[in-house]
């Protein structure tokens, strides 16, 4: 028998899939192992092309008995794909890693939400006491520990109030093309407009693109509503207390991630933009104690590698302090830190990182690198 390392791929098309791939293809990361990729509708058919690996045809995702011979399985099909299969390979007797990107076993007593580099140390002790199932967090969740976790380290957060601005791409593909579209329809309707802009005053323009957003024309299948020109308070189902899920992430799951003894709250409203990719948040964190703010921001900027810290004035804000400016990067620029007219022990604070990075596939790739590591 072959002591080659197999590690299963599912879900490698999607949008965090993809992005994890190529994340991986810069790192090597393909090196070391047999990848084997797995398809739920397309059995036999080409695998991704990868340079140097021969990848054989897809096989079938819900084949357990080939699935329980992996020593690792790397999912970003989804929750119900999740729901479905792993209690049955685990029933079946499969011991090695599962690393997902859903949701679905997220807050099980028998998974860990990596987040390496802010909890690595956590990872690493779960390991050794026997866990092998890994889901990656909520994407704004993640991206505020990968902000903050400098304050977090040094017990400096008593709680947080976080209101984000989320990107489409946050809703998936059909919402991003969806957003697309709705750009392109007001642009069209301005379309005569644009030809004699010297007769057309800003009211003009007003009036024809609120008909537009007020109207039935506009596509929205997916939204329920226009995005493009405007924005969507809400983002997922409701839960208790006037949340909907998305917010009631904020504390449970950042919670768990740090393996906080006290719960610390984070609470806010969820908001989707009209910004195609990377989410932002504006966050008011009221501290353990008052710190001198050179201290904070040295807290900040030395918790890891990729944290940015910008300026708090207008040209390095709206520069390198936008989704424009960090999409498609590993950089999490925070600015705009300050202290709250309300109290020397109130900080306010903006971030913005992508999310389909940090937020889905970085957690992921980075998992599956520790994971290697201690397969025998």
Known sequence: MSNTIRVGFVGWRGMVGSVLLDRMTAENGFDGYEPLFFTTSQVGQRGPYLSGINVPPLKDAFNIDELKELD???????????????????????????????SALRM?????????????????????NGVRDFAGGNCTVSLMLMAFAGLFKHGLVEWISSMTYQAASGAGARNMIELA?????????????????????????????????????IPRMNFGVPLAASLIPWIDSAVENGQTRE?????????????TKKNIPIDGICVRIGAMRSHSQALTIKMTKDAPLDEINDMIASAHE???????????TINGL???????????????????????????????????????????????KIALEHVS
């Open 322 to 368: 936008t989704p424009a400016a960090v999409s498609g990067t590993l950089t999490i620029p925070v600015g705009r830190i300050r202290k709250m007219n309300i109290g020397p022990e109130y900080l306010t604070a903006f971030t913005v990182g992508d999310q389909l990075l940090w937020g889905a596939a970085e957690p992921i790739r980075r998992m599956l």
């Open 181 to 217: 579209v709705q750009m392109a329809h007001l642009t069209n309707v301005t379309a005569k407009m644009r030809t004699n802009p010297a007769g057309v005053n800003a009211l003009d323009v007003d009036k024809a693109m609120t008909a537009e957003l007020q109207g039935t024309t």
């Open 108 to 128: 099980n007593d028998s998974c860990i939400i990596m987040l390496d580099p802010v909890n690595r140390e956590i990872i690493d002790n779960g390991i050794k």
């Open 72 to 102: 690792i399985i790397v999912s970003c099909q989804g929750g119900d794909y999740t729901n479905e299969v792993h209690p049955k390979l685990r029933a079946a007797g499969f011991k090695g890693f599962w690393i997902d990107a859903a």
């Open 247 to 259: 917010e009631w992430k904020g504390t449970v799951e950042a919670n768990k991630i740090l393996n």
């Open 306 to 316: 990729w944290i940015k810290i910008i300026p708090n004035d207008k040209e390095s």
